[in-house]
């Protein structure tokens, strides 16, 4: 019981994340959204591994999830920061060209 | 991005354990979620992950395209090979049961290596694709 | 102990090759790799034709697997035909690649450009020798990926358009039979195609059988090039490296037709897929606007690679016919068809890959006097030019004779007219080159420029075929027969 | 009842129609792509659901578990995301050389381009 309304609470949350990164006005407002829809959907998969019987075998997915989810936030804030992927350029740099 | 002091300690934290994570979901594969092909993909992310934060060039440094080259032949060759290797065993390509005496480690033994080999190229691979992208503008 | 291994071999062969092509990308080396594998294929191809010629069916459990569970191999008459088609043409234009390549791609670029062909050369094997409707779908995709690839090496900027046009029309045809796979598995829980045969006929009058067929016709037509899907061919073939266009027109529309083949005579079955639904009707119509508009569309190019081009979609619209048919001869003369047509657009296509090397062009205007300056290059293209129109003593003769036979014998007169229709629009097509090669007035230089002799060889040796198989029937009338009663006799 | 029952397929043939909508439609080549991409995912999306049975659990061998999910599926699907991401790979870097050599990654642009050479 407490795990269905669990699951719902975080259902209702992701959809207020993807709301805001519909409507969001700024880049920072979208990147921020679907992060947060990035940790929810890890809860979701940990919670859904208690509801289906073995945390175990979500518990991986859910952990591969964390760590694959921040490198594309940092590739999506690099390329709306810099243009590109590939420098490691600081900030002036970018200005100047 | 390298001058960012937060994320350069918090990628140099987080590599390590995406790799080790890694190497868990290729061995692992028997008896949980994972294989070959996850694996590869998880392995891949660790290096494309240090060569957004440190540049492509030090990316490049550390693994060379002609590496990566030879990685993706090195991980056909070992899949073809135990193929090749059961069928000189006498058997049918890729019958595992003929790499041991004991039919249950042949097919153990087998897939490890199979699934190896599909993990080292899948991960070249993707490191390749993110070179040729991500590396394009470089001088 | 070797024997029981060839069905294996066949794909293995050229997989490792490609492998060993990547690491020593020099181009010297790659070349020497690609034609090893090229000829390792041919031989096992011939070995297991010769095999099942005499001794029936050869079945392969991959990893020890039996049929129903693991990916099954299973060469019978067509399947082994259609092999010896592939990899004697690869072996023998790869001879002519070597030069071509060399003057067509950067060097740095050759290792990758052999990889490629190799893979090529693995998928095509692998669509041709599997028995399992999803690992066709596999090598489907590798031999289209990675003749994306050749394509867009051609040294016009247009074969990168070109080369991203097939890519979205050739992902969308193998997305369509990823479906009709899916849907079939749905329905009888089996992908081996023995399987599939044995278990459709209970529930072929379902929506979902026929959703599946559907859905595999439309993706299918979409790789043989069929006429109103044909629209990726005649860039793709014009703009790729000469080599390219020589290999790709021989074989890869060809591996398409077989599979067409295989899943409506072997898989579905004949009553269900040309009696119960209309691809009958559908292939008679589509087959004959294609050989009429495509003829006629092949008239007015200057490009001459592009002429061949739509000459190809229009010799699928002869395919399709004879497949329209729905009776053992009309099935003979596809399978003689799909034979003969590899030579001739192989000899073509080798012809113009020669003068493009030496004048440096392939535009109508650029062929004056021809005839003179490279006699026996020309000589190439008029044997594979009569040929593909369908002159006695040339093969083209005699897949066309069959076909119109088997028209004939069906009664249905107005296939018959449109095959002699598309053979006149040929002619025009195909003299417009002679009389620019000989009959123009020459320009200024005269002075006799050959093709060297790797090129040249390979295109003769296409051209001697054309002529033998026009004369000596007994071979490849003989194997299309058996295996189209094969097809038509019980499943695969 | 059975319209309702069968909403995974609904949604695979809402996503299926979408895809092919953009990469008609679509005179912009990357959105092609995209289109592609979503196109293929609605049939991932069709052999998954086919290999789920009621009440089935996790295809992994556990003590205690009799019912599965049919694991097949999920394989095939695994080989088709591999080709898909290949394909999207390759398709991309198509339009990156395109984009250098026309300036645009317009169809109309590349067209007008062509004609006038």
């Avoid at chain 3, 007015?300 to 002869?318: H, I, P, T």
């Avoid at chain 3, 497949?323 to 003369?333: F, I, Q, R």
């Avoid at chain 4, 979408?18 to 792509?33: E, R």
């Avoid at chain 4, 999207?88 to 870097?93: F, H, K, S, V």
Wanted: aromatic letters at 10%; a neutral charge; proline letters at 4%.
């Amino acid at each position: 019981m407490t795990l269905t309304v669990t699951l719902i609470a975080l259902l209702v949350t992701m959809a207020f994340a993807l709301i805001r990164a519909i409507k969001g006005p700024t880049v920072y407002d979208r990147i921020l959204a679907s992060n947060a829809l990035g940790t929810k959907t890890v809860l979701m998969i940990a919670v859904l591994g208690f509801v289906v019987g073995d945390p175990e075998l979500y518990i991986d997915i859910a952990l591969m999830y964390v760590l694959i989810g921040f490198i594309g936030t940092v590739a999506v804030l690099k390329v709306s920061e810099f243009g590109n992927l590939g420098q490691p350029q600081s900030h002036t740099d970018a200005e100047d060209t | 991005m390298i001058d960012n002091p937060v994320l350069r300690i918090i990628a140099k934290i987080i590599i390590p354990m995406i790799l080790l994570f890694a190497l868990y979901v290729q061995f692992h594969g028997d008896f949980g979620p994972g294989g070959g092909f996850q694996a590869g993909v998880i392995f891949a992310a660790g290096f494309i992950l240090y060569g957004l934060v440190f540049g492509t060039e030090s990316l490049r440094s550390a693994v060379p395209p002609a590496v990566l080259r030879l990685l993706i032949a090195v991980g056909l060759a070992l899949f073809a090979g135990v193929g090749v290797i059961t069928m000189l065993a006498g058997s049918d390509y890729l019958a595992y049961n003929a790499l041991s005496e004991d039919p249950i480690a042949g097919q153990h033994l087998g897939i490890l290596v199979v699934e190896f080999g599909v993990g080292v190229t899948v991960s070249a691979v993707m490191i390749t694709i993110f070179l040729a992208f991500a590396g394009r503008n470089d001088p | 102990m070797i024997n029981g291994q060839l069905p294996a071999l066949q794909v293995v062969v050229p997989l490792i090759a490609a492998a060993l092509c990547l690491v020593l990308s020099r181009p010297g080396a790659a070349w020497l790799i690609t034609f090893a594998a090229s000829v390792v294929s041919m031989l096992v191809s011939l070995l297991m034709l010769e095999e099942v010629l005499q001794s029936g069916v050869i079945d392969y459990a991959f990893g020890g697997w039996a049929a129903p569970f693991g990916i099954a191999y299973r060469v019978d008459i067509v399947n082994a035909y259609v092999l010896m088609i592939v990899s004697t043409i690869s072996t023998v234009v790869s001879v002519f690649a070597r030069v071509s390549v060399a003057s067509e791609i950067e060097t740095h670029n050759q290792g990758f450009f052999y990889t490629a062909w190799l893979l090529c050369l693995t998928g095509l094997l692998g669509i041709a020798i599997t028995g399992d409707a999803f690992n066709l779908f596999v090598f489907l995709e590798i031999s289209s990926l990675s003749s994306y690839v050749l394509i867009a090496m051609g040294s016009d900027r247009r074969a990168l358009t070109a080369a991203y046009q097939y890519l979205i029309m050739g992902t969308i045809g193998a997305t369509f039979i990823l479906i009709g796979v899916g849907l079939l598995y749905a329905l009888t829980g089996t992908l081996n195609m023995l399987d599939l045969a044995a278990r459709l006929p209970e529930v072929a009058d379902s929506r979902t059988a026929r959703t599946g067929f559907a859905f595999l016709t439309v993706g299918l037509g979409l790789k043989i090039a069929l006429f109103p899907l044909h629209l990726w061919l005649p860039n793709a073939y014009a703009y790729a490296p000469s080599a390219v266009s020589a290999f790709l027109a021989a074989t890869a529309t060809k591996v398409a037709v077989y599979v067409l083949l295989r899943f409506v005579f072997s898989v579905f079955g004949v009553e269900f897929a040309l009696g119960a639904m209309p691809l009958a009707l559908g292939l008679a119509v589509l087959g004959s606007i294609a050989v009429l508009s495509a003829s006629t569309v092949a008239i007015f190019q200057q490009n001459l690679k592009r002429m061949l081009a739509y000459s190809s979609v229009a010799q699928v619209g002869y395919l399709a016919l004879g497949v329209s048919l729905a009776t053992p001869a009309g099935l003979t003369a596809t399978l003689l068809h799909l034979f003969n047509h590899a030579l001739m657009k192989g000899a073509l296509f080798v012809a113009l890959g020669c003068i493009a090397w030496r004048i440096g062009s392939s535009r109508l205007e650029d062929f004056a006097g021809l005839g003179y300056r490279m006699p026996w290059t020309m000589g190439v293209f008029v044997v594979g030019g009569l040929s593909l129109i369908g002159i006695p003593l040339t093969a083209g003769f005699i897949s066309k004779w069959y076909l119109v036979l088997a028209a004939l014998d069906k009664g249905w007169w107005p296939v018959t007219v449109v095959i002699i229709a598309g053979s006149l629009l040929a002619v025009i097509y195909i003299w417009r080159v002679v009389e620019s090669a000989y009959l123009a007035d020459p320009p200024a230089q005269t002075a006799k420029a050959e093709a060297p002799a790797s090129m040249l060889i390979p295109a003769w040796l296409l051209a001697i075929a054309n002529l033998y198989f026009g004369s000596h029937t007994d071979l490849s009338v003989g194997i299309a027969a058996r295996a189209a009663a094969g097809l038509f006799g019980a499943a695969p | 009842m059975t319209i309702a029952g069968l909403y995974n397929y609904w949604i695979v043939i809402l996503l299926m129609m979408t895809g092919f909508y953009v990469v008609i439609s679509s005179g912009n080549l990357v959105k092609k792509i995209i289109g592609l991409n979503l196109f293929q995912a609605s049939v991932f999306i069709l052999y998954i659901s086919i290999g789920k049975i009621a009440n089935g659990h996790v295809p992994i061998l556990q003590d205690g578990v009799s019912h599965y999910s049919n694991p097949l599926p999920h394989v095939l699907i695994l080989t088709a995301i591999v080709v898909g991401v290949s394909t999207t790979a390759l398709g991309l870097a198509l339009v990156v050389r395109i984009r250098e050599s026309y300036g645009s990654v317009e169809e109309e642009e590349i067209h007008r381009q062509d004609e006038s050479l």
